[in-house]
């Protein structure tokens, strides 16, 4: 079957950094893509990865590994306005978008 | 840029009346949109996806019956619950994909809020 992992749930301080891990089975892969929601609004496109490596944009970065089926998101200099559930998303060999269940973000002052 | 627009973003009806939610891409053609129900506190499931000009196709215990799913345009999807009870009520969001992309990035709308009383 197909399955996504993604923590639950993770807790950093404002200022440091944060690594949310993904793990993926998907029938043929054609990217991983991770997505910002805030609590009551829909979600908001951050990265996507078909390419083994790292991805840089601004505070965030996204790396993907396809033959450990792993990827992570990176979130650096984190602000309050960070906190938000990521949501870690694969794209099958038809196209089709696997849905993590999402990690829930917590930045502390 | 891609806009989405949903319509309306809430919406309070009673028990057994019909709810008409209504997805809009504003500034691209989409062939294919997706619906997603979101309970709180959990991730975003998948309902149907609907295919302009052809019948949406239903996700595993969704009911087409009762979620009604018309794509009449290639910038127009609606979903009608019908005989909603306080069970359905969940906030609902569409996304549509750009016409012609094969990619899987999605362009959400802002979703719409369902209570039913």
């Known amino acids: 079957g197909q399955n996504i992992d993604q923590p639950t749930e993770m807790t950093a301080t404002e200022g440091a950094i944060v690594q949310i891990n993904c793990t993926y089975q998907t029938s043929g892969f054609n990217g991983l893509f991770w997505y910002q929601q805030h609590a009551g609004e829909a979600p908001t496109f951050l990265s996507y990865?078909?390419l083994d490596g790292l991805e840089e944009k601004g505070r965030f970065s996204s790396f993907l590994s396809r033959s450990k089926g792993y990827s992570y998101l990176l979130l650096k200099e984190l602000q309050m306005k960070d906190s938000a559930s990521y949501l870690c998303a694969a794209l099958d060999s038809n196209y089709q978008l696997i849905w993590g269940a999402g990690t829930k973000l917590i930045i502390k002052p | 840029g891609a806009v989405v627009s949903q319509h309306p973003s809430w919406v309070i009806c009673k028990s057994g009346t019909s709810v008409k939610i209504e997805c809009r891409s504003l500034d691209f053609q989409a062939t294919t949109m997706f619906w997603y129900r979101q309970f709180p506190k959990q991730s975003l499931m998948l309902m149907a996806t609907?295919?302009?000009?052809?019948?949406?196709?239903?996700e595993q215990g969704v009911e087409k019956d009762k979620f009604l799913i018309n794509h009449a345009s290639l910038t127009l999807s609606t979903l009608t619950v019908t005989s909603a009870h306080p069970e359905d009520s969940s906030f609902y969001i569409c996304?549509?994909?750009?016409?012609?992309?094969?990619?899987?990035?999605?362009?959400f709308g802002e979703g719409s809020r369902l209570t039913v009383l």
């Open positions: 990865n078909v």
């Open positions: 996304s549509a994909r750009k016409t012609g992309m094969d990619t899987g990035e999605l362009f």
């Open positions: 609907s295919n302009e000009g052809s019948k949406a196709t239903y």
